[in-house]
């Protein structure tokens, strides 16, 4: 089975100018994975190796992937660099080469975990986020930034925090998702 573990973190580069149309078409990309049974609340996590095993598990039952070959690729992703971005949320990611279209899973851990954060603090939102090895790294990034862009709302944050249930949790993304599509004249 063919899976590539994503790029080590690079060095940021000046920003290009910012079309914001790229950012809204790779979170709209994402709406569809990201259902209901997508979402994981109040789950039982040890740790960041832990976290990244369960999180290979319940995609790789979703989608009929290798759970030992996805976790291994978000755990070399993860050994490049913490995927945690601060403020409580870590969006792992890789590289895999059996998909055709980004894969989305969000947890929701029952207690706060280390995941290494720059800030220190531990994690309570994970976004796991699996794009297609034949992707284009570009599309990737912007993917990436985009959801990091979100995450770094307070008040997402709050609202993905206090929802009760997974359907809730859908409920916070799909009004993102809609307001994202409104400004891209969607």
């Given amino acids: ?6 790029v080590p973190n690079v060095p940021e580069r ?3 100018p910012r079309n914001p149309l790229a950012s809204v078409a790779a979170a709209i990309e994402v709406a569809p994975e990201l259902v209901a049974q997508g979402i994981l609340l109040d789950v ?9 095993e369960t999180a290979a598990a319940a995609i790789c039952r979703r989608h009929d992937l290798n759970e030992h070959s996805v976790a291994q690729a978000l755990w070399q992703r993860e050994l490049a660099g913490s995927t ?7 969006i792992p990611h890789a590289r895999i080469g059996v998909i055709s279209r980004p894969v989305v899973l969000f947890i929701r851990p029952k207690l706060a975990i280390d995941f290494d954060a720059p800030d220190g603090k531990p994690v309570e939102m994970i976004l796991v986020v ?3 090895s034949a992707g284009n790294p570009e599309e990737h990034l912007k993917l990436l ?3 990091a862009e979100k995450f770094a709302d307070p008040l997402f944050r709050a609202q993905l925090m206090e929802n009760n249930g997974s359907d809730d949790a859908w409920s916070s993304f799909a009004a ?5 599509s409104g400004r891209s004249g969607h």
């Fill in 1 to 6: 089975m063919d899976v590539i573990a994503s």
């Fill in 14 to 16: 000046p920003e290009p």
């Fill in 44 to 52: 039982e996590l040890r740790n960041r190796r832990h976290a990244i």
């Fill in 84 to 90: 945690a971005l601060g403020g409580g949320v870590a």
């Fill in 130 to 132: 699996l794009v297609p």
């Fill in 145 to 147: 930034k985009s959801v």
């Fill in 176 to 180: 993102w998702l809609r307001q994202l």
